[in-house]
């Protein structure tokens, strides 16, 4: 078990739900990553997606950063303008 998964233990331990926040954090920092890469590599600028999804660009800075929880709906335009299609699994 490494450093942070005893930390996150520890703290689980004093606040009952605190793993299941941080493993909600850690799952909206990939949305958000994957969002940045897509957009990346399709050689789009924040501001670009920002229109096509006709939002603005501190909306995409924040869900790319994970500054706020990330929405369903959010993650379907965004799949959209990149014409792709959003798949959940329940693991």
Same mark, same amino acid.
């Given at each position: 078990?490494?450093?942070?998964?005893?930390?996150?233990?520890?703290?689980? $331990? %004093?606040?009952?739900?605190? !793993?299941?926040? =941080?493993?909600?954090? *850690? +799952? /909206?920092?990939?949305?958000?990553?994957?969002?940045?890469?897509?957009?990346?590599?399709?050689?789009?600028?924040?501001?670009?997606? $920002? %229109?096509?999804?006709?939002? !603005?660009?501190? =909306?995409?800075?924040? *869900? +790319? /950063?994970?500054?706020?929880?990330?929405?369903?709906?959010?993650?379907?335009?965004?799949?959209?303008?990149?014409?792709?299609?959003?798949?959940?699994?329940?693991?």
């Amino acid at each position: 078990m490494s450093d942070v998964d005893k930390y996150i233990s520890r703290k689980d $331990a %004093k606040n009952p739900g605190f !793993k299941t926040l =941080v493993e909600e954090g *850690l +799952e /909206n920092l990939k949305i958000g990553e994957e969002i940045r890469q897509l957009r990346i590599s399709s050689g789009m600028t924040q501001e670009e997606l $920002a %229109k096509q999804m006709s939002t !603005k660009k501190s =909306v995409i800075s924040r *869900l +790319e /950063n994970h500054s706020e929880s990330v929405r369903l709906s959010a993650i379907e335009k965004v799949a959209k303008v990149f014409n792709k299609k959003v798949e959940m699994n329940f693991l």
